[in-house]
């Protein structure tokens, strides 16, 4: 049984990905319940798949006893569950992380889950957890760190196809927009704005 940590991204990209690794235990960081939470009054699609996440995790509390998801709780496919955060964990102070690394980055504390579960398990002789994220620069980080990493590559179509935009328009933007555009394409927790004037757009 492999133990997989899901990255906020995954969570925000496919509200299916909870179940979507058969008998195997998942890991979600507790900063992903904060960032859920920051997300979740956004009116698109990421905000949606946030309302959706949060209400099936309100599920799995409803449907067992109180603490369960700090315990573990049986998912449909077979695996199980378990919320993690980094205080539960004890780092020395030569594994703690340096001054190159923002302290305040929730890439990172989710990272401080990764390296605090990879411990545990190298002392139980257990395989190393891997980290699924659609994030390319946190893989490049486990990367240095020595951390097992996986994008992840089972999103869903959406059903909702109602939801969906059935025209198009024709615009000038700049490269900077194009650069930001694609940044937030990588990361769903950020949301990319574009301002421009209707009446100067090319038909």
């Given amino acids: 049984m492999k133990t997989l940590i899901l990255d906020t991204n995954v969570l925000l990209t496919d509200p299916d990905s909870l179940y979507a690794f058969e008998e195997n235990e998942i890991i979600l960081p ?3 319940i904060e ?4 997300i979740k009054s956004r009116t698109n699609e990421v905000g949606a798949n946030a309302r959706e996440v949060a209400r099936r995790l309100s599920e ?10 700090k315990r573990g709780v049986p998912l449909p496919s077979g695996g199980t569950l378990r919320l993690v955060a980094i205080s539960d964990f004890v780092f020395d102070d030569d594994e703690k992380f340096s001054r190159d690394w923002d302290a305040s ?3 990172n504390h989710i990272l401080d889950v990764c390296r605090g579960l990879t411990k545990q398990h ?7 957890p891997i ?5 390319i620069l946190l893989r490049v980080k486990c990367d240095f760190l020595g951390i097992p990493c996986e994008d ?10 109602n939801s969906l935009y059935t025209g198009s328009t024709l615009i000038d933007v700049g490269e900077g927009d194009i650069q930001e555009f694609w940044e937030c394409s990588e990361d769903p927790k ?4 574009l301002e421009f004037d209707p009446e100067l757009r090319q038909e």
């Fill in 30 to 32: 507790f900063t992903t």
């Fill in 35 to 38: 960032e859920l939470d920051k």
């Fill in 60 to 69: 799995m509390i409803s449907d067992n006893e109180q603490g369960a998801l």
């Fill in 105 to 107: 980055n929730k890439d």
């Fill in 122 to 128: 190298r002392e139980e002789g257990k395989p190393d």
């Fill in 131 to 135: 980290l699924v994220s659609r994030d």
């Fill in 152 to 161: 992840y590559k089972n999103a869903h179509v959406t059903e909702n196809v």
């Fill in 190 to 193: 950020r949301e990319f704005h």
